[in-house]
Nanobody, 112 residues
Framework: QVQLVESGGGLVQPGGSLRLSCAAS????????MNWYRQAPGKERELVAG???????NYADFVKGRFTISRDNAKSTVYLQMDSLKPEDTAVYYC??????WGQGTQVTVSS
């Protein structure tokens, strides 16, 4: 079955950086679009960034210029480099494959 395992979350100060990773198995990774979503307490889950199998990227307006999504098809892994983090970026971040499969999430907390 498809498994998505996120890692890299944690506590960081405002202005800091984190890199999230999502390792996929059970899927033909290179052929699938991969996405990062996030969900803050009391809010709906929202799309942060996506990358197609061809490498085309898209970003939510609230992370443009600060976050970068990338993928390594040889490792079946998608990354989210998060720079210039803000307290409002605090959320559980989820990896998603093709809009269908979800990881368990990793907590990102931005606080001084």
């Amino acid at each position: 079955q498809v498994q998505l395992v996120e890692s890299g979350g944690g506590l960081v100060q405002p202005g800091g950086s984190l890199r999230l990773s999502c390792a996929a198995s059970g899927v033909r990774f290179s052929m699938n679009a991969m996405n990062w979503y996030r969900q803050a307490p009391g809010k709906e889950r929202e799309l942060v960034a996506g990358i197609t199998g061809f490498g085309t990227k898209n970003y939510a307006d609230f992370v443009k210029g600060r976050f970068t999504i990338s993928r390594d098809n040889a490792k079946s892994t998608v990354y989210l480099q998060m720079d210039s983090l803000k307290p409002e970026d605090t959320a559980v971040y989820y990896c998603n494959c093709r809009g269908v499969y979800w990881g368990q999430g990793t907590q990102v907390t931005v606080s001084s």
